[in-house]
């Protein structure tokens, strides 16, 4: 795994690999307020345009084939931005890169969110593997479906460059499964707008490059 910004060499690439760079959206009022979002449709606010227009200068230059997202307008508007700076036409809709369905915590700060029930709270902060949200989604089935999506747009797309706009604890739970990380260390720092690389060859998805920034909401 390297961390280097710069996109993978055509040296370290074979014709078959696909680089994709999963872009958390931008910040969204909940955000701030470090609030569980899930899928309530909230939009992007003021901050949150300008973190998408920052990710769509960092990958101005990388020759993106396509824009895919999840159906959310936070993630919608983000994927725009970067398409419209890269001149893509069309942003691709994918439902495997929607946000984890948080059931009751939904709305909830995690401080909430424990006082509501506290095991399953402690083990969606350390077993990422065995979590369920109350009433929600089970997080390894978050994970798979992530992966999946993953897998899907490197097949589409071998030998290119791909954006792919989600949610930070999606791209957590993509980086515990290709790392084998459990416990608490399974929450990384993803910052809103930041890139995550990872490069997807014969099905399977390899991690790049980690995300910059120091939010772990």
């Known amino acids: 795994m390297s961390q280097d910004m710069a996109a993978p060499t055509?040296?370290?690439?074979?014709?078959?690999?696909?680089?994709?760079?999963?872009?958390?959206?931008?910040?969204?009022?909940?955000?701030?307020?470090?609030?569980?979002?899930?899928?309530?449709?909230?939009p992007l606010d003021a901050q949150g345009y300008q973190d998408a227009v920052d990710a769509a200068r960092q990958l101005s230059t990388v020759g993106l084939a396509a824009v895919y997202t999840g159906g959310l307008r936070r993630t919608i508007a983000t994927g725009q931005i970067i398409a419209d700076e890269a001149g893509v036409p069309d942003l691709r809709i994918m439902h495997g890169l929607i946000n984890v369905d948080y059931g009751a915590w939904e709305g909830m700060t995690s401080q909430e969110a424990e006082m509501y029930d506290?095991?399953?709270?402690?083990l969606y902060k350390t077993?990422?593997?065995?979590?369920?949200?109350?009433?929600?989604?089970?997080?390894?089935?978050?994970?798979?479906?992530?992966?999946?999506?993953?897998?899907?747009?490197?097949?589409?797309?071998?030998g290119e460059h791909v954006a792919v706009v989600s949610h930070?604890?999606?791209?957590?739970?993509?980086?515990?499964?290709?790392?084998h990380t459990e416990g608490e260390q399974w929450r990384i720092p993803v910052g809103r707008g930041s890139l995550t690389t990872m490069l997807v060859e014969d099905g399977r998805v390899r991690l790049h490059r980690l995300p910059d920034g120091d939010d772990v909401d």
Do not use: W
């Open 118 to 122: 506290p095991v399953a709270f402690r």
């Open 10 to 42: 055509a040296e370290t690439l074979s014709t078959r690999t696909c680089t994709i760079y999963v872009v958390r959206h931008g910040t969204t009022t909940m955000n701030v307020e470090n609030r569980y979002r899930g899928r309530r449709d909230i």
């Open 168 to 179: 930070a604890v999606m791209i957590r739970l993509v980086v515990a499964a290709l790392e």
């Open 127 to 158: 077993s990422p593997s065995r979590a369920v949200c109350p009433n929600g989604e089970r997080l390894r089935d978050a994970q798979e479906r992530m992966l999946s999506a993953l897998q899907l747009i490197g097949e589409r797309h071998p």
